[in-house]
């Protein structure tokens, strides 16, 4: 067995996010070929529990970590309680939360994983990227990411390894269907500013002033952000395009809603790498998204999907249209080329490959 044998898995919750579902992924993964692991967060929130204890992957809450006064002490003496060889932790609290362990005496190989592009640098960004003195590797999901820290941080150059995202083949596979007579487009992501969900109901106003028939089906509801959901059903109600947009709380079950699909749209302002545009393409599903950060390396225009300028509304408008007027012929080419292009791409093997290597 590899010499650094028991690795720990660090975030925050085992919500519903995309950084929670690719660790929750790669915890199988290595448990799977031998290692020894666990995973660890610090708020009881349980969306992906399941699929551990369904694998034999142990979950542990942090005791009294919940409280943020006495979180990093806490997560220091369960890190010496453990005596893990290997933590690798995601997302940017729990990543600094790490730093402050290491610092503080104790002593393991600190991997952190950058989830997102950073659009500025503001006092979070200037303690993060300080405190990635203290981490063995930084491990970003983007090329944008792994570029803006070496442009920004170069002194952290040399600790820089991307690896992006997998996608289960197994679970998000190619199903063939005919294409609605009013299509059907799948947006997944959190409802809040950073996803632009505002400026899709301002497209889909043209669009119906065209008389373009659709319908976009949204899934990400979340609690937290209903200040901006309220604002997103107000214009949806103002535009009176409820026949266009439905609103849903996100669900275990995604997997289904990509096969029913034509199409799938992300409008977002920025990215790391998208697991929804990653399973969208997997299964077959072509895509309208932003062109932003490293979304042109999985759609590519004439070949699986459209970009647009998700600051444009004109220019998200004529793209929906312009997709949705894809030949039939011409479709079925997109869906197949997405299928291989995720096979090719975000493949498991992949993916695991990259984690040993860096952990050994």
Same mark, same amino acid.
């Given at each position: 067995?590899?010499?650094? /044998? ?8 085992? =919500?519903?996010? =995309? ?21 660890? &967060?610090?708020?009881? !929130? ?7 204890? /369904? ?28 005596? +893990? ?8 609290? +729990? ?5 402050? $362990?290491?610092?503080? =005496? ?10 997102? $592009?950073?659009?500025?640098?503001? &006092? ?13 590797? !930084? ?24 690896? !992006? /995202? ?46 373009? #028939? ?5 899934? =990400? ?13 107000? *214009? ?15 669900? #275990? ?12 749209? @992300? ?27 490293? /979304?042109? @390396? ?25 997709? *949705?007027? @894809? ?22 093997? *992949? ?10």
């Amino acid at each position: 067995m590899a010499s650094l /044998n028991k690795i720990l898995l660090f975030t925050d919750s085992l =919500g519903a996010g =995309g950084a929670q579902r690719q660790l929750v992924g790669l915890a199988i993964m290595l448990k799977d070929i031998g290692y020894k692991v666990k995973v660890a &967060t610090y708020y009881d !929130i349980d969306f992906y529990k399941q699929a551990l204890e /369904n694998n034999g992957v142990c979950h542990e809450l942090i005791p009294n970590a919940e409280n943020k006064k006495k979180r990093i002490w806490a997560v220091r003496r369960f890190f010496m309680k453990e005596k +893990p060889d290997c933590i690798i932790a995601y997302q940017e609290t +729990p990543s600094l939360i790490a730093c402050l $362990t290491r610092i503080l =005496g104790c002593k393991f190989k600190l991997i952190v994983s950058e989830r997102n $592009t950073t659009q500025s640098i503001g &006092t979070n960004e200037r303690i993060r990227f300080f405190l990635y003195k203290w981490v063995d590797l !930084i491990v970003p999901n983007s090329f944008t990411q792994e570029k803006w820290i070496k442009s920004h941080y170069p002194k952290l150059s040399k600790k820089i390894y991307t690896i !992006i /995202n997998f996608v289960d083949l197994d679970k998000f596979y190619y199903v063939e269907h005919e294409r609605r007579s009013v299509p059907e487009i799948l947006i997944v992501a959190t409802i809040w500013p950073s996803k632009n969900t505002l400026g899709l109901i301002e497209a889909i106003s043209l669009l119906k002033k065209k008389s373009i #028939k659709c319908h976009f089906s949204w899934y =990400g509801i979340e609690n937290k952000y209903q200040d901006y959901l309220g604002k997103c059903y107000q *214009l949806i109600k103002t535009y009176n395009v409820q026949d266009y947009i439905s609103l849903f709380p996100k669900t #275990k079950d995604i997997h289904l809603k990509y096969q029913e699909a034509d199409y799938f749209c @992300l409008p977002s302002f920025y990215e790391g790498t998208p697991n929804v545009i990653c399973e969208a393409i997997s299964t077959g599903v072509p895509v309208i998204c932003s062109d932003v950060c490293d /979304n042109h @390396l999985y759609v590519k225009e004439g070949f699986n999907g459209i970009l647009f300028n998700p600051n444009n509304i004109l220019d998200i408008t004529e793209k929906i249209e312009l997709i *949705l007027q @894809l030949d039939e012929t011409h479709y079925k080419t997109y869906r197949n080329n997405c299928r291989g292009l995720a096979e090719r791409l975000l493949n498991k093997e *992949l993916f695991i490959k990259r984690y040993t290597n860096i952990i050994e």
